[in-house]
């Protein structure tokens, strides 16, 4: 049994080796070991004959000195390991170092590149870009001169078909209307014939005059009669109604047209039962006939708002109540419409268009009244016609009461004038 010290080998031909190492204390003691059993082996080899190869082989070796060379080759070996080491620490730091200032150098580099690119760049963009500009501004400008020379020249031919066009059609125009004069010229004294032998027929000129002309001219005949000479702006054929022995003049007002008979609005008529009649201020009292309406009136919507009452007796004539005479022409009045005083004139139909009208009929008339006051249903409208001494002239009656400073619509009595003439004129009566 040897000592710690030392360590047994054995070795056998073309079989494993096998190694016990006892207190080592580097890994290069081992390493050293081996090498020193192979030269061991080596020398040995030599000298032995073939046949000993299958006999184990002992080998003693006294390792204290190899060991002791072994560590210190050990050490130094760590202390190259450690110097290399740090030159290899001191090699990447100055590699990163040169690294850092490579990449520096470079995004610098690049960046000028980039820089003296984007202005070369910018430069050939913007020459480019004139050049492409100089050549639209160019193709352009000749298409424009193109297209206004075309527009002069259409329009120089569209104005020379307009005077061509205007000379024709003032020559047609012309023509035109010195035939049409040369015709009114016969027909106007076609007309005077006719009425120079209408005027000598006093027969013949009655029957061409309405039934409400011809009452008109009763009413100036027996108005100059009873010294009446002059008229006034106050409608002194104005009246009221009652109802059940209450007064309804508040709601419903009327017009006197003749000694039986009083206009108002039918919306008056079918909502209340009418009585009695108010006339002069309400001195003269009539009671109720019969009550016409017109036989197309509607409340939703509102047409043919008119109606007649008729009175129990006739109304007897004085200086300050007489009938209105009704007006019969087609055309509207100018001027001089009144309203209980109160002066009216006619407007266009577009100022009384709202959200509930939309459109006035024939039969309607806007208007507005000067001063503001309130409106009544059926209250009359009059014109003053002092030339022809023929009173007071029934326009047109309102329909709907009203306080409102505002255009309003009121109904065009001469639309009407076949239905009142009917009931009030028949033409057995005249």
């Given at each position: 049994?040897?000592?710690?010290?030392?360590?047994?080998?054995?070795?056998?031909?073309?079989?494993?080796?096998?190694?016990?190492i006892?207190?080592?204390?580097?890994?290069?003691?081992?390493?050293?070991?081996?090498?020193?059993?192979?030269?061991?082996?080596?020398?040995?080899g030599s000298?032995?004959?073939?046949?000993?190869?299958?006999v184990?082989?002992?080998?003693y070796?006294?390792?204290?000195k190899e060991?002791?060379?072994?560590?210190?080759?050990?050490?130094?070996?760590?202390?190259?390991?450690?110097?290399?080491?740090?030159?290899?620490?001191r090699?990447?730091?100055?590699?990163?170092?040169?690294?850092?200032?490579?990449n520096?150098?470079?995004?610098?580099?690049?960046?000028?590149?980039?820089?003296?690119?984007?202005?070369?760049?910018?430069?050939?963009?913007?020459?480019?870009?004139?050049r492409?500009?100089?050549?639209?501004?160019?193709?352009v400008k000749?298409?424009?001169?193109?297209?206004?020379?075309?527009?002069?020249?259409?329009?120089?031919?569209v104005?020379?078909?307009?005077?061509?066009?205007?000379?024709?059609l003032?020559?047609?125009?012309?023509?035109t209307?010195?035939?049409?004069?040369?015709?009114?010229?016969?027909?106007?004294?076609?007309?005077?014939?006719?009425?120079?032998?209408?005027?000598?027929?006093?027969?013949?000129?009655?029957?061409?005059?309405?039934?409400?002309?011809?009452?008109c001219?009763?009413?100036?005949?027996k108005?100059?009669?009873?010294?009446?000479?002059?008229?006034?702006?106050?409608?002194v054929?104005?009246?009221?109604?009652?109802?059940g022995?209450?007064?309804?003049?508040?709601?419903?007002?009327?017009?006197?047209?003749?000694?039986r008979?009083?206009?108002?609005?039918?919306?008056c008529?079918s909502?209340?039962?009418?009585?009695?009649?108010?006339?002069?201020?309400?001195?003269?009292?009539?009671?109720?006939?019969?009550?016409?309406?017109h036989?197309?009136?509607?409340?939703?919507?509102?047409?043919?708002n008119i109606?007649l009452i008729?009175?129990?007796?006739?109304?007897?004539?004085?200086?300050?109540?007489?009938?209105?005479?009704m007006?019969?022409?087609?055309?509207?009045?100018?001027?001089?419409l009144?309203?209980?005083?109160?002066?009216?004139q006619i407007?266009?139909?577009?100022?009384?268009?709202?959200?509930h009208t939309?459109?006035?009929?024939?039969?309607?008339?806007?208007?507005?009244?000067?001063?503001?006051?309130?409106?009544?249903?059926?209250?009359?409208?009059f014109?003053?016609?002092?030339?022809?001494?023929s009173?007071?002239?029934?326009?047109?009656?309102?329909?709907?009461?009203?306080?409102?400073?505002?255009?309003?619509?009121?109904?065009?009595?001469?639309?009407?004038?076949?239905?009142?003439?009917s009931?009030?004129?028949?033409?057995?009566?005249?």
């Open positions: 049994m040897r000592s710690a010290s030392y360590t047994i080998y054995k070795l056998r031909t073309a079989k494993p080796i096998w190694l016990k006892e207190n080592c204390e580097k890994k290069m003691v081992f390493i050293a070991l081996i090498v020193a059993l192979l030269q061991a082996a080596s020398t040995e000298n032995q004959e073939p046949s000993l190869d299958d184990p082989l002992s080998i070796v006294d390792a204290s060991i002791d060379y072994f560590i210190s080759l050990a050490k130094s070996i760590d202390e190259k390991q450690r110097i290399l080491e740090e030159a290899l620490a090699l990447s730091a100055e590699v990163k170092a040169t690294e850092e200032r490579w520096e150098s470079v995004s610098a580099e690049v960046k000028a590149t980039e820089e003296r690119w984007n202005e070369r760049m910018s430069a050939v963009v913007k020459a480019t870009e004139e492409w500009n100089e050549r639209l501004s160019a193709e000749e298409t424009q001169w193109l297209i206004e020379s075309k527009i002069f020249r259409m329009s120089v031919a104005k020379a078909t307009e005077e061509r066009w205007n000379k024709r003032s020559a047609e125009v012309k023509a209307e010195e035939r049409w004069t040369e015709k009114m010229s016969i027909l106007e004294n076609k007309f005077k014939n006719l009425s120079n032998q209408l005027t000598k027929s006093p027969d013949i000129a009655t029957l061409h005059k309405r039934p409400a002309e011809l009452a001219e009763k009413i100036t005949s108005l100059q009669s009873i010294g009446v000479t002059s008229i006034t702006d106050v409608a054929h104005l009246g009221a109604f009652t109802e022995g209450f007064k309804l003049w508040e709601l419903c007002y009327f017009a006197l047209i003749d000694t008979f009083v206009l108002t609005a039918a919306d008529l909502s209340h039962n009418v009585t009695t009649l108010e006339l002069n201020l309400y001195i003269v009292l009539k009671k109720v006939k019969a009550i016409h309406i036989p197309e009136f509607s409340i939703n919507p509102a047409l043919n109606g008729e009175m129990n007796s006739e109304v007897e004539y004085t200086f300050d109540l007489y009938p209105a005479c007006y019969t022409s087609a055309f509207n009045p100018k001027s001089g009144m309203e209980r005083g109160t002066k009216v407007v266009a139909d577009s100022e009384c268009l709202n959200k939309t459109q006035l009929l024939p039969n309607q008339m806007c208007v507005k009244s000067l001063t503001h006051n309130c409106r009544q249903k059926g209250e009359p409208i014109v003053l016609n002092e030339e022809t001494f009173k007071h002239q029934l326009v047109g009656i309102i329909g709907k009461r009203s306080c409102i400073d505002e255009p309003y619509v009121i109904t065009n009595v001469f639309a009407y004038l076949d239905f009142i003439e009931i009030v004129w028949p033409k057995k009566e005249n």
